[in-house]
């Protein structure tokens, strides 16, 4: 706009490409945002740089929502162009300076976002950097905004993006953008969404640690589908993932008691019907905090309905082992120590062979309950557990496990020497006679 003169006032931040300010139009008190290249960048005409930062501000400025940051106005100016956005109050990064949100505040954040990026999705348009600095509180509502690193899906440009390109915030971004940026669909935004979800309740950055008992489990399954590692495996579009969400806020209540309604789908399951398998994995995960039910219903999990459950969902899968590892510390009696063994032998064997974590927990547990409780049946099936091992890494893993436990390997040595097995686990095994 000729005539307009702008003041800058104070560097607020910068990042990327670009750097904002807080500044003043004219004779205006009122307090606006600029945002300029950064002064390394070629603003030339033509170059890719200023390409990107005009196609940021065409993409944001056509993008007409309540949840999506406005902008002021778009100058051209000899040093390159430049735009101007309201001033925010805050941003959702620095309210998370304070430590974790309250549910009702976390989860009126994730809608807003969600309802913004499903309409920025409609109209062709990936976000692809979604973190907390991005979300800002304007005038009462929490807007999204930095549209620098998005995609129009509906352009064959790729001039911006180029593929191999990584682009996002480590923290918050989906793993295959390492791979190819400018292929990215839905559903990475979707994963940034989850992550960020997961900040807000647990308070916690989700990097490089993502750990999914600090969800409230009420949340767990919604969260941990959204952030799969593998695109195919979570929500699709944003509409679904912000129904499911709205529906655990707002549904009615589930009347059928955890352990019908698990026993139902374990029964749909073992017949064959993979989303009986989903909806298992989801309730066991989502009632990871009831502990009787567990102890009740977990044992009983065949061999088969945990195959089905850790190639469906392996994230579930895990969290469920982990959950009730937990919950089979101490004493029990006889036949439910048993009965913890059984379900340890079955998840060793289901665990995929690279899922040496899994595998570990298992056969720890085996160990552990069986000395504890002084059980020559769970000796004898650790001993054949152990005996059936072929692998490297698996007989590495055994003999690790025996070092760190003398005492539970003290009680296993009986069993464990009458099998012929490899050196290396023999020679964890504490000397003959030795009490």
């Known amino acids: 706009m000729a005539g307009v003169k702008l003041f800058k006032i104070r560097k607020l931040g910068a990042g990327g490409q670009g750097e904002v300010w807080l500044a003043r139009e004219g004779r205006s008190r009122e307090m606006i945002v600029l945002k300029r290249p950064l002064d390394s960048v070629d603003v030339s005409e033509g170059s890719p740089d200023r390409a990107r930062f005009e196609r940021e501000v065409r993409i944001q400025s056509t993008l007409r929502h309540d949840g999506i940051m406005p902008i002021l106005r778009i100058y051209k100016t000899p040093a ?13 990064e620095q309210q998370l300076l304070n430590g974790p949100l309250t549910e009702a505040e976390s989860v009126d954040i994730i809608l807003a976002i969600a309802d913004a990026v499903e309409f920025a ?76 979800f997961y900040h807000c309740l647990t308070g916690r950055v989700p990097f490089p640690y993502f750990r999914s008992e600090l969800i409230p489990a009420k949340f767990r399954y919604l969260i941990t589908r959204a ?18 969400l709205e529906l655990l806020v707002t549904g009615a209540p589930d009347l059928t008691p955890p352990m019908e309604r ?16 989903l909806s298992l994995a989801r309730l066991l995960v989502e009632k990871a905090d009831d502990e009787v039910f567990y ?21 579930e899968f895990r969290q469920i082992v982990s959950t009730f590892d937990q919950f089979s510390e101490g004493s029990h009696p006889f036949s439910y120590t048993d009965a913890i063994a059984k379900f340890f032998r079955d998840v060793a064997f289901v665990a995929p062979g690279d899922d040496y974590a899994i595998r570990r927990l298992a056969l720890r547990r085996i160990l552990i309950v069986g000395a504890s409780h002084n059980r020559f049946f769970i000796g004898q099936m650790f001993a054949s557990i152990v005996s059936r091992i072929k692998e490297v890494d698996d007989i590495l893993l055994v003999a690790s496990l025996l070092r760190e436990h003398p005492d539970e390997a003290r009680f296993m040595s009986f069993y464990l020497r009458q099998h012929s097995l490899p050196t290396a686990i023999m020679a964890a095994l504490p000397p003959e006679g030795d009490a």
């Open 227 to 244: 952030v799969a590692e593998d695109p195919s495996a979570r929500y699709q579009t944003v509409s679904e993932f912000r129904q499911e």
């Open 262 to 277: 698990a026993r139902t789908l374990n029964a749909e399951s073992l017949e064959g019907d993979p989303e009986a398998t």
């Open 121 to 196: 999705h409609s109209e062709g348009v990936l976000h692809r950097d979604l973190k907390p600095a991005n979300i800002l509180y304007l005038d009462g509502r929490w807007v999204v905004s930095d549209f620098g690193l998005c995609r129009d899906v509906n352009s064959d440009s790729v001039t911006i993006t180029q593929s191999r390109t990584v682009v996002g915030s480590v923290a918050y971004m989906a793993p295959e953008q390492y791979d190819d940026a400018h292929e990215v669909t839905e559903s990475a935004d979707i994963l940034s969404i989850g992550r960020i």
């Open 295 to 315: 102890k009740d219903f977990v044992p009983a999990l065949s061999a088969e309905t945990l195959r089905e459950i850790e190639r469906r969902t392996p994230r």
């Open 80 to 92: 390159g162009p430049l735009f101007t956005m309201p001033y925010a109050e805050t941003s959702l």
